[in-house]
């Protein structure tokens, strides 16, 4: 199948997604991802200063519904580590 380019260099409008533990944990389960750094808050705080997602719950951005209905263009900018409570802008 061949691909569509017609999105390269295209950009949406920002939208911010606050990430939140709950969502981190059931879409590491999803992925069948099992790092203790979804699950467990000691060992995450310790290793990353919090429960982190994993580096593909960012692309879930594109799927959200900002309740604008328009739709999303997946591109990011990540500018430091994403963890619980943090937000992540796209």
Do not use: N
């Amino acid at each position: 199948m061949p691909v569509d380019k017609s999105a390269i260099g295209r950009t949406g409008e920002p939208v911010t997604m606050h990430v939140e533990r709950g969502k981190i944990r059931e879409f590491a389960r999803a992925i069948k991802d099992d790092d203790p750094l979804y699950y467990d808050e000691g060992h995450a705080a310790k290793e990353a200063g919090g429960i982190m997602p994993p580096v593909t719950f960012l692309q879930t951005v594109a799927h959200w519904d900002d309740g604008r209905g328009r739709p999303r263009l997946p591109a990011f900018s990540l500018r430091s580590s994403a963890k619980t409570g943090s937000a992540c802008s796209g």
